[in-house]
């Protein structure tokens, strides 16, 4: 057998699905370590292993095996060369320390299917990602590296595919090994799998060159055969009992821990053997720089619930191959004690859903409650996640204490709404899915600023009912995503900003857009003068961050004075310069403080950040710190752009302050301020 042969498994066995057997020699298989796949095809009748109706759903009765043939119309795995003979050119992984990582969450197709610069023939693309024009925005913007939503090879749900949909976002994995031919260009498409697979290392390759790192979704808690009454392409017809978790007391029935109607059962050895064979795969042969982990809880269930010592979590720590590399958690999944922020063991960090949602009521939820008169909460627990989110990552056990690095913090991501959407919706609009509205979080925590939906200035002067002008609601929505991306940049942790916010796209107020493969998810680089001025704003706060160590710490802090310095590694201040006390903190009026941070070394600054959070106008008194040395202002949420800054009336330079200096904060506003 060579290269280029396609191929595929029958099994022949009993046909017993009340014991949870299925086996049928009629249907062709997929190899489940096959490391290309020919073409993503259609779902007809004859993918499942049972007889089905022609709605493709179960027919009346118990199941029974379908005697048609499938090989004609499932997809085939195909034989690549063994080794590597890619030319990486010199190319290395940059190996970006966590505490100067910015991570950009992107999908293939929608980062460059209208991207000016990017030629037709590559966008939407693997090589379209590593263009140019991708590389030049990312590096402007400050990202160190691009998480890619799942390239893996993926399969749509039959119940999308009658609705004329598609699982754009790719959580349906059809092969763990195989790159998904549908990202590839035409001429590689043509030419077969090793041209698809020499397009993504190629992709990966100059990335790298670029100095950025290449961080894979990857979703090992469940397959594209959904549930018992799904199609059957590989795994279920090679060994259904094996690697599928099943009801303990009911083999005919899964035990769905992930809601997609089936979950690979990480306590057998076999299934962990894989996913870490498909991680060393990813690693050596492409050269990926790590992994984001989709519904992470379920890879370290074992016949007892999860555990934080899981042999496959084991694994990323002790395979030489893995343990240098970058592995985040989606810390949780649907089963039993499913919520494990903070709970995985070293290398593993994990998304921080506590700092999205404290983000979100403070910045929005509460503002939108104040405007109603209702009360709000204090800005505690904001501050606990600009200071690094302590309570949940570090653990009393060393061996599980991360430091701050060990969240990766962020507002959005691609499940909910972006960011623009976020201050822009107060429900969501998720009629295009064709779930009737079923679908997607009802828990937004968002703001719409008065009223609902993208605003136009051409639809005329005023809005009926909120007596606000439209300029003002845009500006106030503009100011609010600052206000939540500056919360992002200068807190303690490991950034990861959603692929188009920094340009203020929309999804329409789509807050599930998994099945939309269109403009509703495609980045829209049609930009007007106030996304073109976010942008400046994103990369001009990454650029703070990146310039100063104070506001990326590795180690959480101790409120106290380092050895040989003069100010305290944190320390939290009111509006009247005084330390916080812990009623204050408590008190949901209490929504305007200080953060100030000490220089990590005497040739650093020292960060003021003040914050207001309330809808008043509020001033602040500098802090009588240990030091002196006066503040210059370097930034404002305020700023439509940074090139504000040097347009302030009267202003030679960034304005200073000293200790006992009265400054004023407009309503919901961030300031940053640094030593000068």
């Known amino acids: 057998v060579t290269a280029g042969q396609r191929y595929g498994f029958r099994a022949a066995g009993p046909w017993d699905p009340a014991a949870g057997s299925r086996f049928n020699p009629a ?3 997929l190899d489940p370590y096959g490391r290309a796949i020919d073409q993503v095809r259609p779902v007809t009748r004859e993918f499942y292993a049972h007889e089905v109706g022609p709605d493709l759903g179960p027919v009346p009765g118990p199941r029974t095996a379908s005697a048609g043939d499938s090989a004609p119309f499932v997809p085939h795995s195909v034989i690549v060369p063994p080794g590597d003979a890619f030319d990486w050119g010199g190319s290395a992984r940059p190996a970006t320390p966590w505490e100067r990582t910015v991570i950009y969450e992107a999908h293939v197709k929608g980062l460059t299917m209208t ?7 590559l966008r939407g693309t693997y090589a379209g990602v590593a263009h140019p024009a991708v590389i030049d925005h990312l590096t402007r913007l400050g990202v160190t590296a691009i998480e890619l939503l799942p390239i893996h090879a993926a399969m749509t749900e039959p119940q999308l595919q009658t609705r004329g949909l598609t699982n754009y976002w790719g959580y349906s994995t059809l092969g763990f090994f195989a790159p998904n031919p549908a990202y590839a260009t035409a001429t590689a498409r043509a030419a077969g799998p090793e041209a698809v697979i020499a397009e993504v290392k190629g ?19 469940h397959t594209c055969e959904q549930g018992l009454d799904g199609p059957t392409v590989c795994w279920r017809g090679l060994d259904n009992q094996l690697w599928y978790r ?39 042969g492409y050269q990926v720089d790590g992994f984001r982990y989709d519904l992470a809880v379920t890879l370290g269930r074992t016949g007892h619930g999860f555990s934080p010592r899981h042999p496959f979590l084991a694994a990323l720590q002790t395979e030489p191959e893995l343990r240098g590399l970058k592995h985040i958690a989606e810390p949780w999944d649907l089963g039993l004690g499913g919520w494990q922020t903070g709970g995985f063991p070293p290398p593993m960090a994990a998304w921080n859903d506590h700092f999205r949602g404290d983000a979100r009521r403070f910045w929005l939820t509460n503002p939108k409650a ?3 008169d209702a009360e709000g909460v204090s800005g505690r627990d904001l501050a606990t996640r600009l200071s690094g989110s302590a309570d949940l990552f570090d653990a009393a056990d060393p061996a599980f204490a991360h430091g701050p690095m060990g969240s990766v913090n962020f507002v959005t991501a691609h499940d909910g709404f972006t960011l623009h959407d976020l201050v822009s919706y107060d429900s969501k609009h998720n009629e295009a899915n064709g779930e009737n509205g079923r679908d997607g979080t009802d828990d937004n925590r968002s703001w719409n600023h008065g009223v609902e939906g993208r605003l136009h200035p051409s639809a005329g002067a005023g809005i009926h009912g909120i007596g606000i002008g439209i300029d003002a609601v845009n500006s106030l929505r503009q100011r609010s995503q600052r206000n939540l991306l500056a919360t992002l940049a200068f807190a303690s942790g490991v950034p990861m900003l959603l692929g188009g916010d920094e340009i203020g796209r929309s999804q329409g107020g789509n807050n599930n857009a998994y099945c939309q493969d269109s403009a509703v998810t495609w980045l829209d680089w049609n930009l007007e003068p106030w996304q073109e001025k976010l942008r400046d704003t994103v990369a001009f706060l990454f650029k703070l961050r990146r310039e100063n160590p104070a506001l990326r710490p590795d180690r959480f802090a101790t409120g106290k004075v380092p050895d040989g310095g003069t100010v305290p590694d944190l320390a939290w201040y009111g509006p009247g310069g005084l330390e916080v006390t812990p009623e204050e903190w408590n008190d949901p009026s209490f929504r305007t403080f200080q953060m100030l941070r000490g220089a990590v070394s005497p040739e650093d600054r020292d960060v003021l950040l003040a914050v207001n959070g309330s809808l008043k106008p509020s001033g602040v008194t500098v802090p009588r710190w240990r030091g002196g040395a006066a ?6 949420s305020g700023w439509a752009s940074p090139a504000e800054a040097a347009a302030e009336p009267g202003a030679e330079g960034p304005a200073r302050v000293g200790a006992g200096d009265q400054v004023p904060l407009d309503a919901l506003t961030v300031r940053l301020y640094l030593t000068a």
């Open 631 to 636: 503040f210059a202002l370097v930034w404002d």
């Open 27 to 29: 249907k062709l298989l």
């Open 246 to 284: 099943h009801d303990p007391g009911a083999p005919d029935r899964y035990q769905d821990v992930t809601g997609t109607g089936n979950s690979l059962d990480f306590s057998r050895p076999e299934v962990v053997a894989m996913a870490v064979d498909s991680l060393r795969h990813w690693a050596r």
């Open 115 to 121: 991207l000016p610069g990017v030629p037709e023939e």
């Open 370 to 372: 104040q405007s109603t």
């Open 203 to 221: 992709m990966v390759r100059l990335l790298h060159k670029a100095g950025l790192e290449v961080i894979l979704d990857v979703v090992y808690n």
